[in-house]
């Protein structure tokens, strides 16, 4: 199941091969397409209805219309300059869409868990690891709060989860980019969202440290939860995300990985570059 956003006009959009027993319309939107979760779900949690993302009134792709489902694996690819990152801001809510609107499953954004690019991140800050993970408890402590014994406890266990107990009282500073990354992951556990949204999570990390997040991200899709990630390797996306959201100035598409994967059979294991993909027209493949 493809779908497939094309640029002849803001308004038209051609949806390729559903299935109908999987397909729903929403008031308003133009196609959109549903599947199963991993738990055999059908529930939506977010609707992306003719969305333009940019900045200073000036989209940088053409317009997204689609939804994620509830507990689905999506993975947000496209060339450099494509809009993945500022499409994942405008999600997250950091910043307004140029056109269109998004919408949510019971009227307002879920509670989410949102780990920017580490280009975006302040490393000289003075704390510990142990504290930045500790922040994460602040939506259920407050951020006066102090931390008790249960999140203290939740801080620990998510350390131990990503390989940094006994880095927990070393400075943020001092981390490798891959210490770092683990200890970004750590704080994303003990916040317990059930929609988390990740900006190129593998960029500059090492690979034992990148099979150890794949492992909590898969671990976070068994558990349900919606997971968003901006993402460059497409060998990875092929083998561990389920969903495709491509992006460009030219056409879009969502789907499955197989479905959209299927587009570009030269680029099956390396990385996206920096040119735009030359795109297939017509029936995605089967």
């Known amino acids: ?15 390729y ?31 992306v209805n003719n969305v333009e993302v940019g900045y200073d009134r000036r989209a940088v792709a053409m317009p997204v219309s689609g939804q994620f489902l509830s507990g689905s ?13 500022t499409f994942l801001k405008t999600l997250a809510g950091l910043q307004q ?44 402590s407050g951020l006066f709060g102090g931390i008790n014994q249960q ?9 131990e989860t990503v390989g940094m107990t006994e880095m927990s009282h070393l400075p943020v500073g001092s981390l490798s980019g891959g210490q770092l990354q683990r200890t970004l992951f750590a704080r994303l556990l ?20 990148t099979e150890l997040l794949l492992k909590v991200i898969a671990q976070w899709h068994q558990e349900g939860k919606t997971v968003i990630a901006v993402l460059h390797d497409i060998s ?28 570009f059979p030269h680029q099956a294991h390396a990385c996206i570059s920096t040119e735009p993909f030359s795109l297939v027209a017509g029936v995605a493949n089967s």
């Open 151 to 159: 999140s203290a406890t939740a801080v620990t266990q998510a350390l």
């Open 73 to 85: 694996l999506t993975a947000v690819i496209g060339a450099n300059g494509a809009g993945k990152s």
């Open 97 to 140: 869409a140029v056109a269109g609107n998004i919408t949510f499953t019971g009227g307002k954004r879920p509670r989410l868990a949102y780990l920017p690019q580490q280009a975006e991140l302040d490393r000289g800050f003075p704390i510990s690891v142990f504290d930045l993970v500790a922040m994460g408890c602040w939506p259920q």
């Open 236 to 263: 990875m996306v092929a083998r561990h995300f389920p969903h495709v959201l491509y992006l460009s100035a030219q056409k879009n598409l969502w789907g499955t990985a197989h479905d959209v994967l299927g587009h």
């Open 17 to 47: 091969t559903f299935f109908a027993s999987t397909l729903s319309r929403c008031a308003g939107c133009t196609g959109y397409f549903m599947g199963r979760n991993l738990l055999g779900n059908i529930a939506t949690m977010i609707f």
């Open 1 to 15: 199941m493809l779908y497939c956003n094309e640029w002849r006009g803001y308004d038209q959009n051609t949806l």
């Open 190 to 209: 003990v916040q317990q969202a059930p929609l988390i949204m990740l900006d190129e999570p593998f960029t500059g990390i090492d690979t034992q440290t």
